[in-house]
């Protein structure tokens, strides 16, 4: 089992960025591949970028691809979203997730064995 715990949300303005942690506790980080997933209220959640085990590729929703970044950090257990150029419709709750043992991209979120607690992200006009 895993613990994730994410941080770095807070409220911006339009066009700034933010980078979010997630901090990965437990069993060893390499067997997870990870994600990042957002649900803003009255939204179902959506998948916004996914990195492999070892971090040699990554996928994005076509909403955040060529401003989002995903990046992991095996050896300080941490997965990270850099999000550049912030529009007001980035606003939500953002999640990571963790897949156990899972070889490739993943982007549904019941592909996903653990989940963090969220933090939020604001972008005002």
């Known amino acids: 089992q895993v613990q994730l715990v994410e941080s770095g949300g807070g409220l911006v303005q339009a066009g700034d960025s933010l980078r979010l942690s997630c901090a990965a506790s437990?069993?060893?980080?390499?067997?997870?591949?990870m994600g990042w997933f957002r649900q803003a209220p009255g939204r179902e959640r959506e998948f916004v970028a996914a990195i492999t085990r070892s971090g040699d590729g990554t996928d994005y929703a076509d909403s955040v691809k060529g401003r989002f970044t995903i990046s992991r950090d095996n050896a300080k257990n941490t997965v990270y979203l850099q999000m550049n150029s912030l529009k007001p419709e980035d606003t939500a709750v953002y999640y990571c997730?963790?897949?156990?043992?899972?070889?490739?991209?993943?982007?549904?979120?019941?592909?996903?064995?653990?989940w963090g607690q969220g933090t939020q992200v604001t972008v005002s006009e």
């Open positions: 997730a963790a897949n156990e043992y899972g070889l490739g991209l993943f982007s549904r979120g019941r592909d996903y064995d653990y």
């Open positions: 437990g069993r060893a980080f390499t067997n997870y591949a």
